[in-house]
């Protein structure tokens, strides 16, 4: 059964360190991510769990560590070596970004169709009739009702913009992504649906993500393994249900506690 | 014959940072195995540790000291130390697990939970499906309950959907805490059934079963978790 597991990562992260001045954003993480793993990074605010989604995903420049991702070729690049365009290319194509404010991850005045076309466009769809059926068919697939297609989001719930936020984002069939938070702010019900989508699509497309999240009941049921991060640091990681039903770190017990009390 | 599975100098103690850190020793030098067809019960009072060894094998909870080898293919792999995506292998195709409750899926009909756990643990969807449906009639869940999420069933009912949902896929190993726990004497009997045909079929088990005539029928040895019982300083 060994041959059943990739043996080289698709992300590989080293001492990963950024500073805001004085002040510590995350410091000296370290972790391998294997294709179809999914990654929850939980913890308190302030923690340092969105100055790492950054820094992985390049969108902030790391002040020491290493970020080494293996692309479709099969071979590892440091991102921090890579082209202005190949980073873009990367961005738009390979990953995704599922943010917690959709009008920063949506573009608000584009139609629900335009939203997911664009990506399309991205990656050389040029045929309009092809990139609106795939479009349809992805508004389908979150569960958005596909008269809704020529609407822009503006007019759209809490829960549609999100799921219209993945659609734009898997339409590329990209390899990671990253979420941030993306079920906080919601109706208890309307996150019981989405987690229930992210967590279908994610196995069936078989996708590496690394989710943040500071609801620990949202990375029990979506991640195979936890970070747990501290002041900026990595304080205890494993394997998910390791975790959360044997915590180890003085923290991670309080964590796992007040959630039980709850 | 080879073991699937050997504890060898197992311990396990708790630290509970928020109540002064208090440090619960549960047990120490645990050493058993089990090999195809066997099954092991384990045996103790209530709080002997017995439901913290299953889940030290499962990788659950880690162990502090030894090594908890399962055979995979051809390789034994230590779960005490193997990575993460490696014992969620393990638990699709090598062990099974379980436990007294059911964690409820939300808007899952209790056939398709059953029949999905097939599909993960490697079997085809056709034959998932057939032995979704024989596993609920063989443990008298109601067929008009199949298509139910199982969020409002009876406690037994769940843990029937549990038991099937356990048993389905053709794991080499199974780990069993308590299944018969709700169950009336004609389910209890279902499951020594299953039990019994798992074992047929060259499964090694470790359970635990607070019902002696349960125990008495399909353990083939008995191990007092008692005399694990951590040497307190
Ligand atoms: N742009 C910034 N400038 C200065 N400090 C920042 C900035 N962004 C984050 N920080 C600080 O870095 C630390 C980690 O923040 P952040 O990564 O946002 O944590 P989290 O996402 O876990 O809430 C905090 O102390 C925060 O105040
Ligand atoms: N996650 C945990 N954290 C702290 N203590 C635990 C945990 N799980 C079990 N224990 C303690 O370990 C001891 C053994 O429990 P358990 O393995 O459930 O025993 P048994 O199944 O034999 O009744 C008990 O004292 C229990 O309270
Ligand atoms: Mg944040
Ligand atoms: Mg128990």
Known sequence: MLNDLPDAPLLSVRDLTRYYGERIGCADVSFDLYEGEVLAVVGESGSGKSTLLSLLATELEASAGSIRYRMRDGIARDLATLTEAERRLLLRTDWGFVRQDSTQGLRMSVSAGGNIGERLMAVGARHYGNIRGTSLDWLGRVEIDRGRIDDIPKAFSGGMRQRLQIARNLVTHPRLVFMDEPTSGLDVSVQARLLDLIRGLVSELGLAVIIVTHDLSVARLLSHRIMVMKGGRVIEAGLTDRVLDDPHQPYTQLLVSSVLAA | ?233
């Open chain 2, 1 to 233: 014959m080879q073991p699937l599975v050997q504890l060898d100098g197992v311990s396990k103690a708790f630290t509970l940072h928020l109540h002064e850190g208090v440090r619960l020793d549960v047990v120490s030098d645990v050493n058993f195995s089990a090999a195809p067809g066997e099954c092991i019960v384990l045996g103790g009072p209530s709080g002997a540790g017995k439901s913290s060894l299953l889940k030290i094998v499962y990788g659950n909870y880690s162990c502090d000291a030894g090594h908890i080898w399962i055979r995979d293919g051809g390789e034994m792999i230590d779960v005490a130390t193997a990575e993460p995506r490696r014992i969620l292998a393990m638990r699709r195709h090598v062990m099974g697990y379980v436990s007294q409750f059911l964690r409820v899926i939300p808007r899952v009909g209790a056939l398709e939970i059953v029949a999905a756990a097939g599909r993960e643990g490697g079997l085809d969807s056709q034959v998932a499906q057939d032995r979704a449906e024989e596993y609920l009639s063989l443990l008298n869940v109601p067929e008009r309950l199949w298509t139910l999420p199982p969020a409002t069933f009876s406690g037994g009912e769940q843990q029937r959907v549990n038991i099937a949902r356990g048993l389905i896929a053709d794991r080499p190993v199974l780990l069993l805490d308590e299944p018969t726990a709700s169950l009336d004497a004609r389910n209890r009997a279902v499951v020594v059934d299953l039990v019994e045909r798992k074992k047929k079929a060259g499964v090694a088990i470790i359970g635990i079963f607070h019902d002696e005539d349960v125990r008495d029928k399909v353990a083939t040895h008995v191990v007092d978790v008692t005399h694990f019982a951590a040497k307190t300083a």
